[in-house]
């Protein structure tokens, strides 16, 4: 029996998960592409027309998968970066470091494409409602975070002030997701809910849920290729990432 | 499906610039910003191979 437990810590050192990630990638690549694919195509040739929003309502495909990674990598991104202040693991900063402009990206593109799909439906690219301004706010997070770990130069004390940050605003992921709900904003409530079936119709809710997943897919794979160069910015006195690089220590 | 032809599909029913203005940079954003990670991947390999180059001629200058 205790043969068939796994040391998961042998793959919180960066040595053990760098083939880890690298064996990965393409998987998540290929799955990302071949979702993105379906999903596009049900989006435009098998979607109808919405009765109220004529053809602009299709920005719904990229607007809601940009919109929830934005908040999902962000509560993945605070996650390592707690656990790399409990356990003081050096992987889990670099986890943290490796999500955090894959986040910040989502963040840009549900902004964008919220603004593009504002103008056609509420006369505004913007408005500084409840939603939208605490997902701009969660954008200048990500930016934050970044800005403070690049301008600290010692890594592991740059995780550490990191981690702080990221913790704080975790704060903002409830407001965003329920600021629909607390507060009268210009943004439609959810359509999609945990606890209901969701309102709208069967087909643009799985369009949307194959997106959902390739850009799920497409946040693990890109993120896994950015801590791998990470641990060798970091690691690159160690041993074994010269004998990697095809080069002698 | 409902469209007629490639010319109302891409017209998106008088939406086209918010539809594809919304696509595109989407799309672009998501072809970059993996070509962006490859290339700093390549980087770091690089510096290595710099890095360990110099470190050997440190060394045969040394020894001569």
Redesign the interface.
Known sequence: MSQRIVNWFRFSSPQSFYPLAGGMVPWF?AAAAVLAAIGLYIA???A??DFQQ???Y??IF??VP?SWMSMFIYLVMAGWAGIGLVLNSRLSGMMASALA??GA?FA??SL??GA??G??TWGTYWVWDARLTSELILFFLYLGFMALQAAIDDARRADKAGAVLALVGVVNIPIIYFSVKWWNTLHQGASVSLTRAPTMATIMFTGMIVMVFAFWA?SI??SL??V??II??RE?HAGW??EL????? | ???GSAAE?FA????A???W???A??AL??IV??LV??A??R???D???R???AA?QVGHEAAA
């Open positions: 690549a435009f040739f098998v109808p027309t004529g053809e602009a299709r920005i990229v607007h940009a402009p894959t990206l840009f593109l964008w494409t593009l799909w103008r056609p497409y794979a890109v290729v950015r791998r160069a060798l910015e690159r990432v010269h690089a095809g080069v002698a220590p | 499906m409902s469209w599909f998106m029913g008088g939406y610039p918010f539809v203005g919304s696509f940079v989407v954003c998501m910003e993996p990670v490859r700093r991947r980087r770091a390999l510096a290595l191979k890095a360990s180059l050997r």
